[in-house]
């Protein structure tokens, strides 16, 4: 449902809400709020709410510090985990100057660029996303250890797999948000965890990321349980990813080729953005999460596959993202990548069908590798066009320190 102003305010009175959580991320896709009373919801819908921008790391320094958060009436929802009676909603906002103008490093507003461009263009992207997390004990002091809650493996059953009941709460919160979860299992590593969402425009999509990690953190935690999502939080188990289905829709013929041929041409420049953490690289190469520039139909030790799908459900997917990156950042390089190929009509190299984790050498010889150190992708994005064309200088900069 797609709520004004005038109707947010009429829900907030007719529904017992006593707190709004204005949303939004800091430039690494970290979620931030700032709650306010019922009664000064209207002041924030006209003028905005202020925040110290020096306090937010990457927002700026204390000589420019004033910024302002704009809630968006359409992203409102329940947090279903707050009190019945005196409710908490939450919004997200858009980031600006004191003067009204875009703050350049409010990352939801870079990827609401970005689908304004593709529109513009006569596309519109879709996306879906698969996120991985591993669920953790707690010690006594209720800090999060490295013990898995359970030595399950991929999609087993009770009693084996002990974190059914956390998942089937996690998608039950997730539905009562108006988020719509496709499939939820125990993957590969012990405690590790995997819930997949139905596809959605860009916006959505990236929303809905980011209200999934709060809402995970907040289950485990209720739970007994630690929720983390870094790459790779165990040395010997499988990494999490955070897998990217991606497809395109408007006129032309050979859309998905050439989208994929796109970002295939541009992923050494914006792997810093899908992986952004020094933990990030000691995933890609290892357990299923891709090394190689490459792409197939149905095989997945590659960087990208297209699965067995057909109609609306036709889509590529790409499997070196991890959940430390900025849903926000990663759509619209996604979008801007698949774009440029779909303008240029790019065409994709020739499919690789080995397995290319147990390939020999000379079978992946001519292939290039992704950055596989932060410092490399770091660098491959300092010296990048197609970034600095897309992206504020500052927070290319933020990114690339090394």
């Not at 906002?93 to 513009?120: E, H, N, V, Y």
């Not at 996306?127 to 991929?154: C, M, N, Q, V, W």
């Not at 995997?194 to 980011?210: G, M």
């Not at 899908?274 to 997945?300: F, V």
Request: with cysteine.
């Amino acid at each position: 449902m797609k709520y004004t102003p005038q109707e947010v305010m009429q829900y907030i009175e007719e529904e017992d809400v006593k707190f709004i959580r204005l949303a939004f991320c800091d430039c690494l896709g970290r979620p931030k709020n700032i709650s306010i009373m019922p009664q000064e919801l209207e002041r924030a819908f006209k003028y905005g709410i202020a925040l110290d921008a020096s306090a937010i790391a990457g927002f700026g320094d204390e000589i420019h510090s004033d910024l302002f958060l704009h809630p968006d009436p359409t992203t409102i929802t329940v947090l279903p985990w707050r009190p019945e009676h005196g409710r908490v909603v939450r919004m997200f906002c858009t980031i600006t100057q004191p003067d009204g103008t875009l703050f350049a490093l409010d990352t939801r507003s870079i990827l609401k660029q970005a689908i304004a461009d593709a529109s513009k263009a006569g596309f519109t992207f879709s996306f879906g996303s698969e996120l991985e997390f591993y669920l953790f004990r707690l010690d006594e002091e209720g800090e999060p250890t490295k013990i898995p809650y359970d030595h399950a493996t991929y999609m087993d059953v009770a009693p084996e797999d002990r974190c059914e009941n956390v998942r089937r709460d996690i998608c039950l919160t997730l539905e009562q948000m108006g988020i719509q979860p496709e499939s939820s299992h125990h993957e590969e590593g012990p405690g590790q965890n995997e819930i997949d969402f139905r596809y959605s425009d860009a916006l959505t999509a990236a929303d809905n990321a980011i209200t999934f990690c709060t809402v995970v953190k907040t289950i485990a935690a209720r739970n007994g349980l630690a929720a983390d999502f870094s790459p790779k939080p165990l040395p010997d188990c499988p990494g999490s990813g955070f897998h990217i289905n991606m497809s395109v829709q408007g006129s032309g013929e050979n859309l998905m080729q050439h989208m994929m041929a796109g970002i295939l041409n541009r992923i050494p420049e914006i792997t810093l953005f899908l992986n952004p953490t020094e933990q990030s690289y000691r995933r890609l190469g290892s357990h299923k999460a891709p090394k190689y520039i490459s792409w197939s139909s149905d095989n997945r030790s590659m960087l990208i596959r297209i699965p067995a799908a057909s109609g609306e459900y036709r889509r590529v997917e790409l499997r070196s993202p991890d959940c430390t990156a900025n849903p926000y950042l990663a759509f619209a390089l996604l979008i801007w990548a698949g774009l440029e190929g779909i303008q240029e009509q790019m065409s994709p190299p020739e499919a690789s069908n080995v397995n290319l984790f147990t390939a020999a050498k000379h079978e992946v010889s001519h292939l290039q590798t992704l950055p596989l150190s932060r410092t490399t992708a770091s660098r491959n994005s300092a010296a990048s066009e197609f970034l600095a064309r897309h992206l504020p200088a500052s927070l290319l900069n933020y990114f690339c320190k090394e």
